[in-house]
């Protein structure tokens, strides 16, 4: 007669079937080994590599997820063919369209840590050394921007939930809410990224009143334009909130006037938001540095590492100058958290963010920076710098090629103009795009400027050197004498 399984052997029945999740010595070096071959073959021909490939990628779909082990070899090649190859290959110094990101490999060794220690980083009292590495990282980056020691901020996933972070900030600092939100006023300008659009949404502020501020003929905010603007709203009655600038927009790299509207801000005490979320890290160079005059005039400012500092895709950050700002907004209390709090002047990122488990965010950034030291970053945003310069340079010499206007940093708009009489000048900008699209070397994105087509040329990977400018060069004149 069948006998049924006792509770303890039932458990170990179960333990036993698990086991695989907890691989033995032998069979992570197995693991890791075929993980290191792929991604070595990747960084190999990385530099031959097409910045685009064709492909729809729904060949994934017909994987299914079987209740049986699969070897990872196998995975790992159906993962490459089918999900590493279609589409933009963003870790390529190739690719020069949007705003380029790369591939730190030491950033990657950092989130490989990080996700096998597993820290949990919401409250200073679980992993204090984790916050801690954290908020030097804040720390670091307040004092490049000349932010008091008030200042606090939060690693996020990205820039749009950084602006988001400080948008929040910004309306719970002037009690927005309680007011009639089409009497608000924001004053941006048509070159703010659209995350801001989608924060005020998000944060039920899309009946505000947006003035978007006149430009001048490189794509700035016009200073005296908004303090007449401001002063024309309060004699209307309406009740100014907040100034957003860029430092470096997405599609020129313009930067706003960043110290005279601190001043603005200042005089009519509005809210000054600087998002430098691609424009931030030349803060690092001299050239970028006099650019950037003026943040610390700021209330907030949003960075980008996975732009500016090379790191891969998932980390933006907040900072915010004065830490209640951030708390008022992100603090609040529950029974089943008492227990990881205790009185410490050390901020906890669940206190500054919508966020409570979240991984630990900081490593990626933080070993990169111990371990090649902050010089090597330097050098690679001061060639960014050079080589948009000699991209400028060579394009001007190209008859027919004109700029949207002067580069402030490594981003440049161009158009060809000299097109055939029966030709619209922006329907050929777009088929210029997409024909250096399915040559697929390199990969350039396309923009509109004052209604008009535009190509952009933005230089960001560490990975982009003059090779890579050169061969754009030569894939341009080759497409323009292809159309003659
Ligand atoms: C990239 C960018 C954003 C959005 O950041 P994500 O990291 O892509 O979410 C916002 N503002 C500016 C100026 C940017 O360049």
Redesign the pocket.
Known sequence: MLRRNTLKEKISIYQRRARILEPIAKHRKAYRQEVINYTEKFLENLAEDQAFKSGDGKKIYQYPFDEKAKDIKKILKIFKENVETPGLNSASGNYLAY?PGSSLYTAALGDFIADVINRVTCFYALAPGAVCLENKIIRWLSNLFRFPKSSAGNLTS????A?LIAMIAARDAYDVLQYEAKKIVIYLSEQT?H?IEKALHIIGLQHVTRHYVPLDSNFRIEVDTLANLIEQDKKNGLIPWMIVA?A???NTGAIDPLSQLGDIAKKYHLWFHV?A??GGFFVLTRHGKTLLRGIEKADSI?V?P??GLFLPYGL?IVIVKQYKNLLRSFMREASYIKDSRFKTDELSPADLSPELSRPFRGLRMWLPLQVHGIAPFRAALEEKLLLTKYFVQEIKKIKGMELACEPQLSIVAFRYVNVAKNENVDVFNLSLQQRVKQEGKVYLSSTILRGHVYLRFACLSYRTHKNIVDELIKILKMMLKLDR
């Open positions: 705003i990205d820039g749009s939930m602006n990224h995350c860029t470096g927009t997405t998002d979320a691609y949003v980008d996975h732009k933006g």
